[in-house]
């Protein structure tokens, strides 16, 4: 394969996670130099004292929530793409992701190879739209049947719709979040009051039915 000098950030709280991701990286670029951190304090006491050609990101690290990591690293080194590569649902995060900043978005369901290829375009300069997103924006503009719940919620919106999709109790949400039960409880009527439900029943119908409208499987939440 191809190599090219490069310094890379992995973002990631998982030993095993980072260690084969460092290895992925290491196969296409082997003189690539792979600095690691396990929170978002580590994360970002790297991007202040070492500049970056890319950024590898696992959205559900420790120190921050979710989306709003993108904005805070971008923050401290604007100039640096992230990519990001997580476990949460490419079809709820991947179009926010994009959207709040992000360069590009892999699955850690998606193959190596794909891992690989996003890898290549972020550095080449470019966004890495896997087909999922690309079939989200598309839809975007295009769909005239069911709204995608993803285009109706704020990032914060939908980072508690997803934990609520999870089983979490509002007081569980709160104490991951850093936010006070009352502030959850006003997210979750919003969602309701956007998403035109009124129970979580429905609320995990809502999604599965727009998934189901785009052809999509969505696995059952608990």
């Known amino acids: 394969m191809q190599s090219f000098p490069a310094r890379l950030l992995l973002v990631e709280d998982h030993d095993i996670v980072r260690i084969a991701t460092s290895m992925i990286i290491q196969e296409m670029i082997s003189d690539a130099v792979v600095d690691t951190a396990a929170n978002f304090k580590e994360a970002a006491q790297a991007v202040t004292s070492q500049r970056y050609q890319l950024i590898i990101l696992d959205l559900n690290i420790p120190g921050t929530d979710h989306l709003l990591t993108i904005e805070k690293l971008r923050a401290l080194q604007p100039d640096s793409p992230i990519l990001v590569f997580s476990g949460q649902k490419e ?4 179009l926010h992701c994009i959207r709040a900043g992000a360069a590009g978005f892999v699955s850690k369901e998606s193959k190596a190879t794909e891992l690989q290829e996003a890898i290549r375009v972020v550095l080449g300069g470019q966004k890495y739209l896997s087909p999922v997103v690309r079939a989200q924006m598309l839809g975007s503009m295009l769909q005239q049947g069911v709204s995608d719940p993803a285009e109706l919620l704020s990032a914060k919106e939908l980072v508690v719709m997803e934990m609520l999709l999870e089983g979490k109790w509002t007081k569980d949400i709160a104490g991951q979040l850093n ?44």
């Open 179 to 222: 936010l006070k039960s009352t502030t959850v409880s006003t997210f979750k009527a919003r969602i309701f009051k956007k998403l035109g439900v009124t129970n979580l029943l429905d609320l995990a119908r809502r999604v599965e039915m727009y998934h189901l409208s785009n052809g999509d499987v969505v696995s059952n939440h608990k």
């Open 91 to 94: 079809e709820l995060y991947g």
